[in-house]
């Protein structure tokens, strides 16, 4: 299946990047996915325990199971105000 | 009911907002504008402005449940809560909370919450720019 992750901020920065499509297993959980782009940009890696993510628009931990066409949104800690 | 929830990239309208959440039956209105405040970074450069980003589409919905919430706590008869996106000079305005309840310590209370609320939680994030033209996200666990 795949997905379409969304980064934010600094993490769009460190990424270079503010949208990529994910190739995942069926069923993968939210972790996977996080784990499959850190690998591919280890430039994220220093953020991974500060990320939280949403899920087509509500926000989900890692255990949850993502399905095709999902759009996954990692959002670093937030600063507006 | 309708209440004025919106993300704009334009300046906010401070005077709009206020005509907004006035009603007769308030017996106040209490306003918080949060506004961009001067710094300097370790290099001693001053800052130029700050850069607002959001996911507008979930910091959309969460305004809109911001607003409910409050809603549930106190007995508020016009909202308005509005959030700048793109740079934003010195000393201007980001964020505004309007509210108009039957009782001042109602407005006092709800703006509070809906302020602290939304600086925790709205997916928007800011960026110091710098008077070299260099920029920061700002790590909002450094700026506690």
């Known amino acids: ?81 | 009911m309708t209440d004025w929830l919106e993300i704009l990239a334009t300046p906010l309208p401070v005077a709009r907002a206020i005509e907004f959440v006035s009603a007769t039956t308030a017996g106040g209105i209490a306003i918080f504008l949060g506004t961009t405040r001067d710094d300097a970074n370790e290099k001693g450069q001053p800052l130029a402005a700050l850069d607002y980003e959001a996911y507008a589409d979930l910091a959309s919905r969460q305004l809109t449940e911001l607003a409910h919430d409050a809603r549930q706590r106190w007995p508020i008869l016009k909202l308005a809560v509005l959030h700048r996106t793109g740079r934003v000079a010195l000393g201007e305005p980001s964020v505004l909370i309007a509210v108009s309840t039957p009782h001042r310590a109602e407005a006092f209370e709800a703006c509070r919450w809906l302020i602290d609320t939304l600086k925790a939680d709205l997916a928007v994030w800011k960026k110091e720019i710098w008077s070299d033209g260099t920029g920061t996200w700002v790590d909002p666990h450094a700026h506690i």
């Open chain 1, 1 to 81: 299946m795949t997905i379409t992750v969304k980064l934010f901020a600094i993490l769009r920065d460190k990424a270079g990047v503010a949208e990529l499509p994910l190739e995942l297993p069926e069923r993968a959980t939210v972790a996977t996915a996080v784990e499959t782009l850190l690998a591919r940009h280890p430039s994220l890696r220093p953020f991974a325990n500060r990320i939280a993510c949403a899920v087509n628009l509500s926000r989900v931990t890692g255990e949850a199971e993502l399905k095709d066409q999902d759009e996954l949104a990692l959002l670093p800690p937030v600063s507006g105000g």
